[in-house]
């Protein structure tokens, strides 16, 4: 691992917040959307994110995002951002999130087996030489 900037990444990551704040705010009464979609986007998001700044093994990290993901559903099990002090409707108590949901880790997988999909999918160094 080793910092490195990456500007097309860091577009990316732009254009998924966007989409992420387009869920929470316009398409926010559409059920599956906000419920779902959202949480398979996310975990795109903090991949995009981190390679925006640091070159890192690509598997490494997707597994490290659905664990750190795993962590965060369940300390919403046990109100974490209440114990933390953040008051309902503060942004950190809705980034934080404040239910546990077997759903949401599984929305959670989905998004990692689509980053996995898509790294597998992405053409080797030794094929662009080609």
């Given at each position: ?71 965060v559903e369940f ?19 809705i980034v934080i999130?404040?239910s546990f949901s ?29």
């Amino acid at each position: 691992m080793k910092l490195k900037f990456s500007l097309p990444y860091l577009f990316l990551t732009v254009f998924i917040f966007l989409a992420e704040v387009l869920i929470a705010t316009i398409l926010k009464d559409i059920f599956f959307v906000r419920a779902y979609l959202g949480d398979v986007i996310v975990v795109m998001l903090l991949y995009t994110f981190v390679k925006s700044f640091i070159k890192v093994n690509d598997y490494k990290l997707i597994f490290g995002i659905l664990i750190f993901s795993c962590i965060v559903e369940f300390a919403q099990y046990f109100n974490i951002a209440e114990k933390l002090g953040f008051r309902p409707g503060s942004i950190m108590y809705i980034v934080i999130g404040n239910s546990f949901s077997w759903i949401d880790i599984l929305c959670y997988a989905v998004g990692c087996l689509l980053l996995y999909i898509g790294v597998k999918m992405k053409p080797s160094k030794e094929l662009k030489a080609l």
